[in-house]
């Protein structure tokens, strides 16, 4: 019975229990205890070697009294030799010596040799694992793939790594400045974000402020300028939260000025009108999340609201507008508003010109659902004194003729843009009904002509303009750029014009992309012996013809201006700029201030 069982056992091959692994080895014909003895074996070769490189060092302590005679190689000396210089010619004709000496450019093709015996030098090193010895202290140590190389081409320990590492490196660069670089301070000066020399202590003072806001707990007694101003600023830095909101909130206060509502919501709407009761001017900017229950809440409390302006109200229902005008209305004497695309429509301005009996100021820009109706209820409204339009539906010319005709003797300013079909009749009826103008905008605009426009200004009774915008003023004609005989647009007739009528107590000017106005024009505008001593602000954009010659003529004639617009005028390549005079748009000019900075633009 045992003989058959041990027969069976045998027969069927029953052995211990194996692993995958063993398995694999066995089947390719590798032995474990192969691998085992030549890890043994490596290990004391690489302690062999260690021990006579240690004896070595201790034989070169001693210098020799003599140079000893070489003895001839003997033949075990020579087969290595003759081993390594067959090993260094395989890597002379390896890619990664190829590699190698591509990266060397420049060197002499001697130091081929010098490679091939680097690279062979780092391919005997010891590998991660194996102990090695230290180029610098000789100190025994496992070589790890971390371990740095020294200076000539051997392994460091962990202690040499560091001390050779902090001796190597480079200085800390210097620390610049706080300040704003040079470049970058004539940038600012160029484009009058800043002035010559230091600013006042008050500018200085609100700028702090608005650096550290989220470290300030109140205002304290600041002046309703001072806070326009920060809140002007934290707009800029997208700094109004529901936190920074606080600091402008005062129960005595009649206005607030709020230019970036962006991250507000509806309760922060609500406490400004809780927190303020006595509130007369609400003056909010990008009030996307306002609802109609603000609006209710007003009438509810019946507020004292005289000026509002807002911008992109979209959430408000047409319904609730009329509500407000009908409830509030009376006591209404400026409205703007801008960007809304969702509501305010034809039958609401009709609400507004009815119940607003007291409005004295107009703004309506980018209003989408607004047209002909509305601008027939606008022309009904008497007590206008200002009057600004920019819709975005098409309108017929006749209704604008009817607001000029109703509203033009009271009028003090008179913005119209975008109005394409309006023609000289407008410009006609604006120079008999209209006497009392100090600003007038009549922008993008191709149809009125430059005769029409030079016989609005010549004998014109209206006191001088000190606000004059005719930007895209133009005849506008891919094919004919020249434009047609006879000018269309301002052009250089109307610019005369308006300069000697205006010239005298005009402060805003803006002609650009009015191209055809001619170099001669400007010539005769900015002569020798004009002066135009109120005049800050000019734009002249994409006005090719305008060159250094007549940008030096501008500075001469206008002793006040504080900021010229010159996009597109490439003929500007090197002006000698006043002191207190930001020159915007140049494009690879060179200017210099006063001739102490200069700036390349690029």
């Not at 308006?498 to 900015?526: K, P, T």
């Not at 501008?554 to 207190?580: E, M, S």
């Amino acid at each position: 019975m045992r003989y058959c069982r041990a027969n069976r056992r045998q027969a069927s091959n029953i052995r211990g229990p194996h692993s995958a692994l063993t398995d694999f080895l066995a089947s390719n014909n590798i032995s474990a205890a192969q691998i085992r003895d030549d890890y043994g074996r490596r290990v004391a070769e690489v302690a062999r070697q260690a021990a006579e490189e240690e004896e070595d060092a201790d034989l070169d302590m001693e210098e020799p009294e003599y140079e000893p005679t070489p003895e001839p190689d003997s033949p075990e000396d020579k087969a290595k030799k003759r081993k390594r210089q067959q090993a260094i010619e395989k890597i002379k004709k390896s890619k990664e010596f190829a590699r190698r000496k591509a990266r060397r450019t420049g060197e002499p093709d001697d130091d081929d040799d010098a490679l091939a015996n680097e690279m062979m030098d780092e391919n005997q090193r010891p590998t991660p694992g194996q102990l090695g010895n230290c180029e610098i202290c000789g100190k025994r140590f496992t070589v790890t793939p971390y371990s740095k190389t020294g200076p000539s081409g051997g392994l460091l320990c962990a202690q040499c790594s560091k001390n050779h590492v902090g001796g190597d490196k480079k200085a800390a660069p210097k620390k610049r400045s706080s300040g704003i670089g040079r470049r970058q301070n004539q940038s600012n000066l160029l484009d009058g974000l800043t002035s010559q020399g230091t600013q006042s202590l008050l500018e200085t003072c609100i700028k702090k402020v608005a650096e550290n806001i989220s470290d300030v707990e109140e205002f304290g007694d600041l002046p309703p300028p001072v806070m326009h101003r920060l809140s002007q600023i934290l707009a800029r830095r997208r700094a109004i939260t529901s936190t920074t909101l606080d600091l402008f909130l005062r129960p005595q206060n009649k206005e607030i000025n709020i230019y970036d509502c962006a991250k507000l919501d509806t309760d922060d709407y609500h406490k400004i009108l809780a927190t303020m009761p006595n509130l007369t001017r609400l003056n909010l900017r990008f009030v996307t999340p306002m609802k109609d229950r603000i609006f209710q809440y007003m009438m509810d409390r019946d507020m004292n609201i005289q000026d509002l302006h807002l911008d992109s109200p979209n959430l408000v229902t047409d319904e609730v507008w009329r509500q407000l005008f009908t409830r509030l209305g009376p006591r209404l004497r400026s409205l703007k508003l801008w960007n809304l695309d969702s509501a305010f429509d034809d039958e609401t301005v009709e609400v507004l010109g009815k119940n607003c009996t007291q409005l004295q100021r107009l703004k309506l820009k980018h209003l989408n659902k607004i047209g002909d109706k509305a601008l027939e209820s606008i022309s009904t409204m008497k007590t206008l004194q200002h009057l600004s339009l920019h819709v975005s539906q098409e309108t017929t010319p006749e209704l604008l003729l009817q607001i000029v005709t109703e509203l033009g003797p009271n009028l003090r300013s008179l913005s119209l843009e975008e109005f394409y079909f309006a023609d000289d009749s407008l410009l006609e009826l604006i120079r008999d009904k209209c006497q009392h103008l100090k600003k007038l905008r009549l922008a993008i605009n191709a149809e009125f002509t430059d005769k029409a426009l030079a016989n609005l200004f010549r004998g014109w009774s209206n006191p001088p303009l000190s606000f004059a915008d005719f930007h895209r003023v133009r005849d506008v004609d891919m094919a004919n750029p020249a434009g047609p005989p006879e000018p269309v647009g301002l052009a250089s007739d109307g610019f005369v014009a308006l300069m000697e009528h205006s010239g005298a107590r005009i402060e805003s000017l803006n002609v650009a992309s009015c191209r055809h106005i001619s170099y001669a024009a400007y010539e005769e505008a900015f002569g020798e012996h004009k002066r135009y001593p109120e005049l800050k602000y000019l734009d002249i954009s994409f006005n090719g013809m305008v060159d250094d010659y007549l940008a030096q003529c501008i500075f001469r004639c206008c002793p006040a201006l504080t900021r010229l617009v010159v996009f597109g005028c490439f003929k500007i390549r090197d002006i000698n700029i006043p002191r207190g005079v930001a020159v915007i748009g140049t494009v690879g000019a060179k200017l210099t201030i006063d001739g102490i900075t200069q700036k390349e633009l690029v």
